[in-house]
């Protein structure tokens, strides 16, 4: 916690306000490069919408499911240059499956082309009995179609829903099913009508020249333990402060400038600051200060969306490989068994991101455990009368809207305002709403206070 006498909270370089991948990232890009950072976050844990945490009666949970994919460069790189090896905290899958209601058969598809390349091929020629020969091909033809026209105009493909462009791209139907509503949910919490056509292909875009990067991998340990707190310590080491428990409540502007930023009633200073919290928190710190300027109203305007994660702690497994998983028609958008990956030496641990969020952000707990139960049951998942403890993480406007007509509003992260820049996974950098792009967004955002 601050407190109006602590001492180490002197006059730094450059002020970073959220701990999440974009303020670590940054704060290490700095901290690198000789910069004096204090990097301050609300939370008492670093990680953001990474974190990882033990709850009050011992029960060990995540901001929600998580999966590294093998197409990320900035972030790897960036636990390399921190002494953190990524071979150690992350452990590659390889596959991911497709499950459907009991008794419809499910689909296991291999994603490592280097590691496992007949088997990837037999999977995609295979599995008529999941969607067939025809529908995969119509699939194949909107994905090359999709990357195309993302090429040529991406702005364009923002203007419509993935569902719509499916549909005019003549995408059976099946395939929207079985295969499109199930990833868009899983990855992004929202029917394929939510999602700007410009989103998923940004998503598939990375692979187009590099498909040997295929691959999926789970964390081997809480995220906050596996990199986000080892990212905190490495900015320590190279000088700069970190504190949590800080939740910064102004900005503070003086002659035009960024000044620095007032946190438990004290006023902390520095030449920059550098906003790296939540969409929600810099709109309001933004707002404050600026809210009748030009260059700041697309941002106000930016809406946000909600993801609702429920992590269940079980007698045993619910599934006989940790493995990611979608499934198909039911509220379990994606999930994964982890107790022999993330969160080793529980009998039984599932991670669930449930879907759609924006329906099940307002039920109480109980009601949505019902519901996932209920979805359980029919993946012929081994759960029901199993469940010893279990914790809802809802993130209510943590992520920028992702529905078409919404990524012109991202900024960049520079700003009018001297001394002021932005990162975050909203501001404007290839990703999206991914690690990597917090990561990217931070080094950006690094490299404008250098100028
Ligand atoms: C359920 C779920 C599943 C996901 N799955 C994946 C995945 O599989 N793969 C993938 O690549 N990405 C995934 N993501 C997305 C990824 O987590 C985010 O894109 C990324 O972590 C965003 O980082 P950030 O630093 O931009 O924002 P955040 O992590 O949101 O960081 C913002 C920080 O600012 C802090 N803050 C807010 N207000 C203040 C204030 N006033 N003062 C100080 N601090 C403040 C917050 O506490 C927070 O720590 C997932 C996210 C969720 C929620």
């Excluded at 901290?31 to 844990?45: H, I, K, M, N, S």
């Excluded at 929207?176 to 992004?188: D, F, H, N, R």
């Amino acid at each position: 916690m601050i407190s109006p006498a602590d001492e180490d909270l002197g006059p730094a370089d450059v002020i970073i306000v959220g701990a999440g991948l974009a303020g670590l990232s940054c704060a290490f890009e700095l901290a690198e490069r000789g910069q004096a950072v204090l990097l301050l976050e609300a939370q008492p844990w670093v990680g953001g919408r990474t974190a990882s945490w033990t709850e009050s009666d011992g029960m060990r949970v995540e901001s929600g499911l998580h999966r590294m994919l093998g197409v990320y460069r900035a972030f790897p790189d960036l636990l390399r240059r921190a002494g953190i090896d990524p071979d150690a905290a992350i452990i590659w899958e390889d596959e991911v499956e497709f499950r459907q209601p009991v008794p419809e058969p499910p689909a296991v598809f291999s994603v490592a082309p280097l590691r496992n390349p007949l088997q990837m091929l037999a999977d995609i020629v295979g599995h008529n009995d999941y969607l067939p020969a025809t529908a995969k091909l119509s699939m194949s033809r909107f994905v090359a179609q999709g990357l195309a026209d993302y090429a040529a105009d991406p702005d364009a493909l923002d203007r419509k829903s993935v569902l719509e462009y499916a549909v005019e791209q003549n995408v059976q139907s099946a395939v929207i099913s079985k295969l499109l509503e199930p990833l868009v949910a899983g990855i992004y919490f929202v029917p394929a009508a939510k999602l700007s056509a410009k989103v998923f292909m940004a998503l598939i875009a990375p692979y187009l020249p590099n498909a040997a990067a295929m691959r999926v991998g789970a964390f081997a340990g809480g995220m906050t333990e596996v990199f986000a707190a080892p990212l905190a310590e490495a900015v320590r080491r190279r000088g700069g402060r970190v504190r949590t428990s800080a939740r910064v409540e102004e900005l503070l502007v003086e002659g035009g400038r960024a000044a620095g930023v007032r946190v438990a009633g004290r006023e902390l200073r520095a030449r920059h600051v550098v906003l790296a919290s939540s969409i929600r928190a810099t709109q309001a710190l933004l707002a404050a200060k600026f809210g009748g300027e030009a260059w700041v109203q697309s941002l106000l305007r930016l809406p946000t969306m909600p993801a609702v994660t429920l992590q269940l702690e079980l007698e045993g497994p619910s599934m006989n490989v940790d493995h990611t998983t979608f499934g198909v028609g039911t509220s379990l958008a994606c999930f994964s068994e982890q107790s022999r990956t993330t969160f080793r030496g529980l009998a039984g641990r599932l991670s669930i991101i449930m879907a759609p969020a924006d329906e099940l952000i307002g039920l109480p707990v109980d009601r949505v455990l019902t519901i996932a139960l209920e979805d359980a049951d029919r993946l012929g998942l081994v759960v029901r009368d199993r469940v010893t403890r279990y914790r809802m993480v809802n993130h209510v406007d943590d992520f920028y809207s992702l529905a078409p007509g919404h990524d012109a509003l991202r900024p960049p992260q520079i700003t009018p305002v001297p001394g002021l820049t932005l990162a975050g996974d909203y501001t404007r950098q290839e990703f999206v709403a991914t690690m990597e792009g917090a990561v990217v967004s931070g080094q950006l955002a690094a490299r404008a206070v250098l100028g």
